[in-house]
Structures are given as C-alpha cells and as structure tokens.
C-alpha cells in the first residue's frame, strides 16, 4: 500500500526558508516521479515541482530559483527545500505520486495527508 507522509510546515517570516519531507512507505520510493502540489485558501491546487526516478527535476516558474526539489533513496524520502519565502506561498502542501518512473504533469492518485505552510510576519 501506498502511504506518503510530510512533514516540515510551519509558521515562517517573509524572506524564511523552511524544508518539506516527505516519506514514502509501503513501496519502493525511487521507482517513481514524485511531486509536490499546493493549494492556498479559496484556490485551486497548483502543481510546483517533480522529480523522476532519474533525478531530472521540475519546477513551476512561480517557484523558479526559489524552491529545490530533491531526494534521498536511501530514506525514502523527497525534499522541497523552500527559500525567499512569500506571503502568497501560503497554503497546504501535499506530496503525490502517480506510481509511474518520469514526471508527466501534476495528475497523481496517491497523496499525503499535507503539511500546513503559513508565511507571515
């Protein structure tokens, strides 16, 4: 069974960074694309970045320079180092996978239970 789990959110000024885990189980985690959506209040989801099984990586452009993808086969685990952070990255950021080896859009079936991100001074 698919499980992802994050972790890493918090309540961080403007200009702060923080860093997202998340950690997979029930499956072999550098098999598959993992990515990472979030969704502010009163918005629709907004995919901001993928990493395939490969290493290649995916980033929105209104992330870009900002946010790193990266991860750790050996703990099964993804990151999203978040840098220069804004109010308006504000949101609940979720980790998913569509359980396929390369990243192919923000479509995926199995998702974590999401990590509350607040940027504010």
């Known amino acids: 069974q698919v499980q992802l789990v994050e972790s890493g959110g918090g309540l961080v000024q403007p200009g702060g960074s923080l860093t997202l885990s998340c950690e997979g189980s029930g499956f072999t985690l550098d098999h598959y694309a993992i990515g990472w959506v979030r969704q502010a209040p009163g918005k629709e989801r907004e995919g901001i970045s993928c990493?395939?099984?490969?290493?290649?990586?995916y980033v929105a452009n209104s992330v870009k320079g900002r946010f790193t993808i990266s991860r750790d086969n050996d703990k099964n685990t993804v990151y999203l180092q978040m840098n220069s952070l804004r109010a308006e990255d504000t949101a609940v950021y979720y980790c998913?996978?569509?359980?396929?080896?390369?990243?192919?859009?923000?479509?995926?079936?199995?998702w974590g239970q999401g990590t509350q991100v607040t940027v504010s001074s």
């Open positions: 998913a996978t569509r359980a396929i080896a390369h990243c192919a859009g923000y479509n995926f079936n199995y």
């Open positions: 990493i395939s099984n490969d290493g290649a990586t």
